[in-house]
């Protein structure tokens, strides 16, 4: 049985993810507002609406033809937001590490 981490993960595990996460730290959009930023085509950002979606990390609520995401916990930036200081922290004692050889 697989652990519940491993798809949550996994499924942060993609810089579009990330960055759709980041775009609705501002608050809801729509896929066509999240497409430009992205650079990407509106049938690459809806699929990972989609995944992001599934795991119960964003809803939507429709809206005419439009669907807007939203994130479920806010909790979710300070993930992401931790993730980062340590990469940052890891980053500088590996420099510290060379610098001292």
Known sequence: MEDPRTRFFAALACDQRIEIIKLLREGERCTTELAPKLRVDISVVSRHLAILKHLGILVNRKEGVNNYYSV?????FKILDTASKILKDISERQSNIVANL
């Open 72 to 76: 479920t916990d806010e909790r979710i």
